[in-house]
């Protein structure tokens, strides 16, 4: 049986990525190695312990000996690094453990893979090393790399790298840099799953800003389905983009999801902006498209209210998140931040 690395899969899209290639691969071993740190959940995958071909190992990719043991124990064909700090306001108040996980934790995955003979390393990165958009155009695989936050710059210095990597080495990798994210199990500090959160509660929604910064959204399940085309499919040495070409200002998107849960919009706060906030993101995905066949699956509409339903239906999940140390923290910096402090 041949065994795939996966990195950060007890995080939101990670385990949505185990859960679809469990089912779809039953003949692949999938060690999933997490830190657990406050955004690493064993319950994301609850559904998938007693598979006979899944095994979690507790542990840090910041940590060579913890790196090198995992690599020592079991024989990857195939790495998927999901792991990392990936929140952007986070990386604002903390930007050093994005540099450790997001930068050095990479570099470590990188040195045990190539010594190991990985045939395929896959890494997990996003549009926002490109930077931002104005109004107008789309992020191709060609545009420049100007990062704007901390999270960004970290996720960029570890493309970097893997390309220095396939240059120097000839390592066999390939970098997918996907658009925002949505679904079950995401951590509830992203927009979505705190919009309807917050929702379920009848509390304030902040929107930062004027509210018309632009994301372009895909449903997780989605970006899994893009990740095993590229695996599949994809050319080593290439980066790829994934996207499903559904953009939204986040004004918008808090008023559908509003109106999907019936809730009223004096619910809306607009707070302080983010620092260095990137206005539009925009991906275009003709290359995976084109050259691998890769289109997506789920309409927006559908997709988000089935997403609103899942938090709905799974409130002990994310109300024990909620009410966790992490959680509590981050809202009284939250509040002061951004002037929701009562
Ligand atoms: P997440 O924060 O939900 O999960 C991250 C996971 O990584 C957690 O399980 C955490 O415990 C683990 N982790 C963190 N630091 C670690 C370390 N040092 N060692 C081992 N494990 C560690 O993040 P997510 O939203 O699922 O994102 C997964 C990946 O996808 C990230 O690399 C992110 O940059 C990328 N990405 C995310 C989005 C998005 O919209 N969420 C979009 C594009 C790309
Ligand atoms: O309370 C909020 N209010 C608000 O207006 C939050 C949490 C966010 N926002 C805005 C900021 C962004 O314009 O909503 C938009 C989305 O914010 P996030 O969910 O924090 O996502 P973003 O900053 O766009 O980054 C996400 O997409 C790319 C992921 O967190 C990254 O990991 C991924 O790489």
Redesign the pocket.
């Known amino acids: 049986m041949e065994t795939m690395l996966v990195?950060?899969?007890?995080?939101?899209?990670?385990?949505n990525f185990i859960r679809y290639m469990l089912n779809k691969y039953p003949d692949i071993k999938i060690v999933n190695?997490?830190?657990?740190?406050?955004?690493?959940?064993l319950e994301n995958l609850t559904d998938c312990e007693n598979k006979p071909n899944y095994i979690f190992v507790k542990?840090?990719?910041?940590n060579k000996e913890e790196v090198d043991y995992i690599f020592s124990k079991y024989k990857f064909k195939w790495v998927i690094?999901?792991?990392?700090?990936?929140?952007v306001d986070k990386s604002i108040l903390n930007p050093m453990a994005f540099a450790?996980?997001?930068f050095i934790?990479v570099c470590n995955l990188l040195d045990s893979s190539r010594k190991n003979d990985v045939s395929l390393f896959i890494q997990?990165?996003?549009?926002?090393v490109y930077g931002s958009l104005g109004d107008s155009g789309y992020f191709t695989e060609n545009s420049p790399i100007k990062p704007n936050s901390p999270?960004a710059a970290s996720?960029a210095a570890a493309d970097l790298m893997i390309r220095a990597y396939f240059k120097t080495y000839g390592f066999p990798a390939i970098i997918t840099?996907?658009?925002?994210?949505?679904g079950p199990y995401?951590?509830p500090e992203?927009l979505i799953p705190l919009v309807i959160t917050n929702a379920l509660e009848d509390k304030p929604i902040p929107v930062y800003g004027d509210g018309k910064n632009v994301r372009d959204w895909i449903y997780v399940i989605d970006?899994a389905r893009g990740i095993e085309i590229v695996w599949q499919k994809g050319k080593i040495g290439e980066v790829y983009n994934i996207g499903a070409s559904q953009e939204l200002t986040n004004i918008d998107l808090v008023k559908k999801i509003l109106n999907i849960l019936g809730k009223p919009e004096t619910l809306i706060k607009y707070v302080t902006d983010r620092p260095g906030h990137d206005r539009r993101y925009a991906i275009d995905a003709s290359k995976i498209r084109e050259e691998l066949g890769f289109y997506p699956a789920f309409s927006f509409d559908q997709a988000l209210k089935e997403t609103v339903n899942w938090y709905k239906d799974n409130r002990r999940w994310w109300e024990r998140i909620k009410s966790g140390a992490y959680t509590t923290y981050y809202e009284e910096w939250y509040k002061r931040q951004l002037g929701l402090k009562e």
Do not use: M, P, W
């Not at 990195?7 to 385990?15: D, E, L, N, V, W």
């Open positions: 990195t950060g899969g007890a995080g939101f899209i990670g385990s190695f997490d830190a657990l740190t406050y955004a690493g959940n542990g840090n990719i910041t690094n999901f792991a990392a700090e990936s929140h450790e996980t997001n934790g997990v990165s996003t549009d926002e999270y996720k840099r996907c658009c925002n994210n949505y995401q951590f992203k970006h």
